[in-house]
């Protein structure tokens, strides 16, 4: 166990659809990332918050958002959901204290494998 | 052009085999360089990470940073069945906070 925890962990629904994401951050984090992996894509980062504010944006479609909440967890909505959206989408959190020589060290969750019909 | 790029194989090896994984980026503004394994229907998990050019060796793992070419490396030794699985390149121009880029990964199986 990771300590960056995402549910649903699958979820199959309809073209058109909403669906939201959840995470929660490893114990101390104040940041958390979303990312989309697909097979012919790889690992796409889509956005970055720190302690509630949005610090970067990725290749994040428009009919996707996020947010992040008072108690550091993150949401990831995905909306008009067409089939090219099914992938796994994954939610990481970070510390800089925990890369003793800076490096900002990911720690991933397990994923939510989306599946859109 | 993609800021990292990775050969995705897949790439298959005997057990005990030397495997070298590569990848080249473009931004030079990168510092830190990692390399995540992820196992199948798994998160990826942090195997190493160097700062600026050089050499890190973790047990069977040496990571290696070219600058100069824009170039980084994961050697595996006595590669292990275990060891299958994919693996990722990351870099960040700085530390903190910044935002990581992945490499799409190299999928590996290692044959016993």
């Known amino acids: 166990d990771s300590g960056v925890t995402q549910t649903p962990k699958h979820l199959i629904t309809a073209t058109g659809q909403r669906v939201t994401l959840r995470c929660s951050p490893r114990?101390?984090?104040?940041?958390v990332y979303w990312y989309q992996q697909s097979l012919d894509q790889g690992l796409q980062f889509l956005i970055q918050?720190?302690?509630?504010?949005?610090?970067a944006k990725g290749n994040i479609l428009e009919r996707f958002s996020a947010q992040q909440f008072p108690d550091l967890h993150s949401e990831l909505n995905l909306s008009s959901l067409e089939l090219g959206d099914s992938a796994l989408y994954f939610c990481?959190?970070?510390?800089?204290?925990?890369?003793?020589?800076?490096?900002?060290?990911?720690?991933f969750g397990a994923g939510s494998r989306l599946t859109v019909l | 052009q993609k800021e990292v790029e990775q050969d995705p194989g897949p790439l298959s090896v005997p057990e005990g085999a030397i495997v070298s994984l590569n990848c080249t980026y473009s931004n030079s503004a990168f510092q830190y360089f990692m390399w995540y394994r992820q196992y199948s229907r798994k998160g990826p998990e942090l195997l190493m990470y160097t700062y600026s050019s050089g050499n890190k060796e973790d047990g069977r793992f040496t990571a290696q940073v070219d600058k100069s070419s824009k170039y980084i490396s994961l050697f595996i030794r006595d590669s292990q069945p275990s060891d299958s699985a994919t693996y990722l390149c990351?870099?960040?121009?700085?530390?903190?906070?910044?935002?990581?880029?992945f490499g799409t990964g190299t999928k590996l199986q290692v044959i016993p």
């Open positions: 990351a870099m960040s121009d700085s530390g903190g906070y910044q935002k990581v880029t």
């Open positions: 918050y720190y302690n509630g504010e949005e610090r």
């Open positions: 990481a959190s970070s510390s800089p204290r925990r890369g003793s020589s800076g490096a900002n060290v990911l720690t």
């Open positions: 114990s101390g984090d104040l940041s």
